[in-house]
């Protein structure tokens, strides 16, 4: 394991349009936020060069004959990259016309992030705001019908009702 770890992308004497010759090291299994200002190479970063390596090293694994058929990336200007795992783009340019759209409801994430934040949090007590009492996931929820797995039923933001008691769906 060297300075910069081994569980991580690594990329050496990084020179892609305006960056400017510096190392970098990207942890797997972590969620990586590129900021900055206009013109700092966020783009430069994320598509020129760790979008465009991972692709062209995937594209390579393809045979000669598939290879034909598919868009061709540059070589990022980079003395050395480790670890690069193959790489998806989403467009910027949002294709459906609906200001409710999201990248998560066009890729078709959202549930499955709606599940990871429900499996790793800590329900709270909208009115006093303690714990719920049940831990991580144990109550199943459905977000299509606001139900707890106990038989209680969501009413609007944080309202609990049996689901014994009139009115209760």
């Not at 206009?38 to 991972?54: R, W």
Request: glycine share 10%.
């Amino acid at each position: 394991m060297g300075a910069m770890g081994s569980r991580a992308i690594r990329l050496y004497e990084l020179r892609q349009n305006n960056l400017k010759g510096f190392d970098l090291s990207l942890p797997f299994h972590k969620v990586i936020a590129i900021t900055g200002v206009s013109g700092s190479g966020k783009s430069s970063l994320a598509l020129d060069t760790l979008y465009a390596e991972g692709q062209r090293r995937y594209v390579e694994t393809f045979s000669a004959y598939a290879r034909q058929f598919l868009e061709r990336m540059p070589r990022p200007k980079v003395r050395r990259i480790e670890n690069i795992p193959p790489a998806i783009a989403i467009e910027q340019v949002n294709p459906v016309k609906n200001s409710r759209s999201t990248v998560g409801t066009l890729t078709e994430i959202n549930h499955f992030i709606k599940m990871l934040f429900y499996r790793e949090a800590t329900p709270y007590c909208p009115n006093c705001g303690r714990p719920h009492g049940a831990s991580k996931g144990e109550e199943g929820f459905s977000f299509s019908r606001g139900r707890l797995g106990s038989g209680r039923v969501l009413q609007g933001m944080g309202k609990r009702q049996d689901s014994t008691t009139p009115g209760a769906q």
